[in-house]
């Protein structure tokens, strides 16, 4: 084949086509040197042995223009000089030279290339393509719903060269600064390393830059040699010197042939490699780091990993790397990724975790406390002791030393801050520290290794707790605390006495502090002594034996609350009847006797009333006072039966005497009665109220209380109301001051209840008002003007008889007679309620009204009896005109008018006879009308009595009809007057 098939075959051929073989057969035949060295660099191939080929052949046929070189070189002229004349002259010479240099450098990037290739060596990959991860292989080999047969195994795995990081094309063209860069954040150390050797001067430039391109997540112990040291000698960073593919340059690449052909006219400019400012892109760094230069790279890049990526520990490794390398000012910087990372990893799964990661500007600006809480922040109870002693301790050492570094020592820092985490953390958390500090262990193994120590913080901690229930944990915490054998000491005693008293007005909340801390607290109890620090916990066990007590019977409280309760009998008072009352009992039901035994026993204990200095729950109280609470609180749970059975005496006495137990049902039956929202005593707190009086036995105070709520459950069957459609409830009827005003509720809400005298007299008598003879006449008073306004007249007129007799009977019974306030006001309900009916014209019945009126003239006082005898002189001409009509009538019957007319003529005789013996009064009185009205209102018509009857117009038509009162009652007082002066009637 000619050259020129030759060239165009080579021409027409694609590059991936091209092979070791082919630029064998195409390129060596051609004649051409510089035809054939140009094409062997205008090709770039991904074949590494066609592009060794290539880059052979064209140094083969590069190598005769540089045996002319070296000739004309040796010429008399300086070398620069001639060499530029020499290739001004032979242009194919100096094409031959810039090829030449290219291939040159092509061959060591090959040769790069290889050994990159070789250290990578070969691995396994899936036929489901390269970039499948060996863990996901070996899950395939276990994959149930794979290959059926079960004795297959991983034989889809195959054997296949190393893919290279980057195309062989592009590794020969690239500038070596990308090339590395890139290399780096694909974390290729096996090629970075082959390439910081080979083309070290290319690289030292950027070896900061190619470090931060390294993934941050990366163990830093897998790029260590790319990391820098420390010369100790110079002080500067130490450079690695590295080993190229030549020691020595060709003559192509030197100064001379350079500047002389770049003084050449009419030569390609060299594009073979990237061209740009590498400068202008990346930092270059040619010069030494010194050291201090050195440690602030490290600082910096130590930010950089904890803050993006949050892995301490690879912090930590560059560190530690640094340190190796003799970078020195990293100490304290090791020591606190050191603790950050023991809180990353060993304190890790925290709740409260920040979402983003702890950077070290951040871990410096944490306070101790804070840090302590974040070491323990996940600790449990099981685990506490031990992540103290691996985590805290550890860090408030090297805080400790780090003070004494400083110059300013503070030997109590360890034992501040592990108590004030202590003391902010909650029971169940630091028992585990109490017991790991008991005396009984070795100093050394101890964690609270001073017994003063530990005794004042179990007290603050104790003390300042919130917990009501979590007494066996603060059992536990009693039980490791020292046991000091101290004499009797007056002093020491009177100290913790002193300040158990001060805390009692400290622990009071106020709005600036509604609550004390554990912190707070243990300032009380630093300045005591052994000696009372025993005597606290003396006290203290007291406490806890009550706090148990009140947790069994569901009234517990915090352990402070003894302090603030001490020797104040009033919060002792009140948490013995809350006991008493809200009873939960523990075991059994409550109903059982025994159960209600053990509460007065457990009530006694925390009295401890044999006691006289004590400071347990109720030691306030005396055991009179308990037992008197203890019986509250079991009659308020309306335990009666066992109530009434635990009063009977017994062998060791009563349990309150009669007259506490009066009293105390008393009480208890008017609590019931107070909060009942009905009157009926057969439901609800009435019935309670009725049957706690059935535990006492029934003296006249008990027998009276069990009457009044007879009276109110009879007062609540009739229906009254407080206000429109409330029903009157039992605290208002026990409020009401005038009880009499309860029956004339009764008798307005109700429209028959005046036909029930019995019933209302014995609801007076049950109101309180037993042999009250008033009570009586007001009430039956009541009764007939409620049935007066019914028009009810027969049933008012026996009501008013009835009242007459009791009147009466009071008068005579009376010890001091007509005299008494009672009898006079009694007597004044009468005659005014005599006097109202009597004048009554609807009712018929003529001889019982002027017998009403009769008993009017004869209670009254005198100035009244000018209006009443008015009605009454009324009342006797319409008896005559009645009487004269039936005289009349019967005259014409059987003629015996005669005889009629003289008995009545007798009769007035009589009347007039008697009528002269009364004195008469002044005749300026009011009227009659306006008489009853004002006596009886000022008397009886407090009482709101119901209308009923005739209509307030019939009312009216009826006081028209009827003859002017005041004119009547002049009239009757010129007539009595006549008849005591003995005038004629017909004068008159």
């Not at 780096?184 to 030292?204: D, G, K, Y």
């Not at 340059?249 to 490699?273: C, H, K, N, Q, Y």
């Not at 400068?279 to 910096?300: G, I, T």
Request: hydrophobic share 40%.
């Amino acid at each position: 084949m000619s050259g020129i098939r030759l060239t165009e075959r080579w021409i027409t051929l694609k590059d991936d086509e091209v092979s070791s073989s082919l630029v064998k057969d195409l390129l060596c035949p051609v004649q051409d040197d510089l035809w054939v060295a140009a094409a062997c660099a205008d090709r770039v191939l991904d074949d590494i042995d066609a592009q060794r080929a290539l880059i052979d052949l064209g140094l083969e046929r590069t190598s005769s223009a540089v045996s002319r070189i070296e000739v004309a070189i040796h010429k008399p002229r300086s070398g620069c000089e001639n060499l530029t004349s020499y290739f001004k002259e032979n242009l194919t010479d100096a094409r031959l030279c810039r090829i030449r240099s290219i291939l040159l450098k092509r061959r060591d990037r090959l040769r790069t290339f290889g050994e990159i290739m070789e250290n990578m060596g070969t691995h396994r990959f899936s036929e489901t393509g390269p970039g499948i991860a060996a863990d996901i292989e070996e899950e395939a080999w276990d994959d149930p719903w794979g290959d059926d047969n079960p004795e297959a195994g991983p034989s889809s795995t195959v054997e296949k060269p190393a893919i290279p990081p980057i195309p062989l094309s592009v590794f020969l063209t690239e500038d070596i600064s990308l090339l590395c860069l890139s290399l780096a954040s694909q974390a290729q150390f096996a090629a970075l390393e082959v390439l910081t050797i080979r083309h070290s001067s290319e690289v030292f430039p950027i070896r900061f830059e190619l470090i931060s391109r390294f993934p941050l997540f990366i163990d830093p112990s897998k790029y260590r040699d790319f990391l820098p040291a420390l010369d100790i000698q110079s002080g500067k960073e130490l450079q690695s010197q590295g080993t190229p593919w030549r020691a020595e340059p060709d003559l192509v690449e030197s100064d001379d042939v350079e500047r002389a052909l770049s003084r050449t006219d009419g030569l390609p400019e060299e594009s073979d490699i990237a061209d740009f400012n590498i400068q202008q892109v990346f930092c270059k760094k040619s010069e030494l780091f010194s050291a201090e230069e050195l440690v602030s790279w490290y600082k910096a890049r130590v930010e950089d990993i904890v803050s993006s990526t949050g892995m301490v520990d690879m912090a930590l490794s560059l560190v530690q790397h640094g340190v190796s390398q003799g970078i020195l000012g990293l100490d304290e910087l090791g020591e606190d990724l050191t603790l950050l990372a023991r809180l990353t990893y060993d304190a890790s799964g925290r709740d409260d975790e920040p979402s983003e990661p702890i950077s070290r500007a951040e871990w410096t600006n944490l306070e101790p406390r804070e840090v302590v809480r974040l070491y323990l922040a996940q600790s449990t109870p099981e685990t506490v002791v031990n992540d103290i002693r691996r985590l805290v301790l550890p860090y408030l050492f090297v805080l400790e030393s780090r003070c004494e570094r400083a110059g300013k020592p503070d030997p109590g820092l360890v034992r501040r801050l592990l108590y004030d985490w202590i003391l902010s953390t909650e029971l169940g958390m630091i028992v585990p520290i109490f017991e790991a500090s008991k005396p009984t262990h070795l100093a050394s193994q101890r964690l609270i290794s001073d017994d003063e120590d530990l005794a004042r913080l179990a007290l603050a901690c104790l003390y300042g707790s919130n917990s009501v229930d979590d007494w066996t944990n603060m059992s536990r915490i009693f039980e490791c605390l020292p046991a000091w054998s101290f004499g009797p000491d007056e002093d020491q005693e009177d100290e913790a006495d002193t300040t158990i008293t001060s805390l009692n007005s400290f622990l009071a909340p106020t709005t600036s502090r509604p609550q004390v801390s554990p912190a707070n607290l243990l300032v009380f109890f630093k300045p005591l002594p052994a000696e009372s620090l025993s005597r606290a916990l003396d006290i203290l066990d007291v406490h806890l034996e009550s706090g148990e007590i009140l947790a069994r019977w569901g009234v517990g409280v915090p352990l402070r609350w003894f302090l603030q309760s001490a020797h104040n009998e009033v919060q002792q008072r009140a948490w013995a009847m809350k006991m008493a009352r809200q009873i939960d009992a523990p075991i059994g039901d409550l109903d059982s006797e025994d159960i209600w035994l053990s509460l007065l026993e457990d009530m006694l204990k925390l009295a401890r009333p044999e006691e006289t200095d004590t400071y347990s729950a109720f030691g306030a109280l005396s055991g009179d006072t308990i037992r008197q609470i203890f019986f509250r609180g079991l009659l308020s749970t309306g335990r009666f039966a066992i109530a009434k059975h635990l009063i009977q005496p017994r062998h060791g006495g009563r349990l309150l005497d009669p007259h506490t137990v009066d009293d105390i049902c008393l009480d208890c039956s008017r609590e019931f009665y107070d909060n009942a929202s009905s009157g009926n005593y057969n439901h609800g707190d009435m019935k309670l109220a009725y049957d706690c009086l059935s535990v006492a036995p029934q003296t006249y105070r008990i027998q009276k209380e069990r009457e009044f709520i007879e009276a109110t459950s009879r007062i609540s069957s009739f229906n009254v109301t407080s206000r429109s459609g409330v029903p009157m409830l039992p605290i208002e009827i026990r409020l009401t001051k005038d009880k009499l005003s309860l029956i004339s509720r009764v008798l307005s809400s109700n429209e028959t209840a005046y036909r029930h005298v019995e019933v209302l007299l014995e609801l007076v008598r049950k109101l309180g008002y037993q042999s009250d003879g008033l009570a009586e006449v007001k009430t039956l008073a009541m009764v007939a003007d409620t049935a007066l306004q019914a028009e009810d007249f027969l049933r008012a007129f026996e009501v008013s008889d009835r009242m007459i007799k009791a009147v009466l009977r009071l008068r005579q019974n009376a010890p001091l007679g007509a005299d008494s306030e009672p009898v006079r006001e009694a007597v004044e309900v009468c005659w005014v309620a005599c006097y109202q009916l009597g004048r009554q014209s609807e009712a018929r019945d003529v001889d019982r009204k002027m017998s009403l009126l009769g008993r009017a003239l004869e209670l009254c006082p005198a100035d009244k009896i000018v209006d009443i005898l008015a009605s009454w002189r009324k009342l006797e001409a319409e008896q005559i005109e009645q009487r004269r009509e039936q005289t009349s009538l019967r005259h014409s019957r059987n003629g015996d008018t005669i005889k009629r007319t003289g008995r009545v003529r007798d009769r007035t005789s009589n009347l007039s006879s008697r009528l002269q013996n009364i004195h008469m009064p002044s005749p300026a009185l009011p009227s009659a009308s306006a008489l009853a009205s004002h006596t009886f209102s000022r008397v009886a018509a407090a009482f709101p009595f119901g209308m009923h009857g005739r209509s307030d117009e019939e009312r009216s038509r009826s006081r028209e009809r009827s003859p002017d009162v005041q004119s009547q009652a002049r009239h009757a007082l010129r007539k009595g007057v006549g008849w005591l002066l003995g005038a004629d009637e017909d004068e008159l």
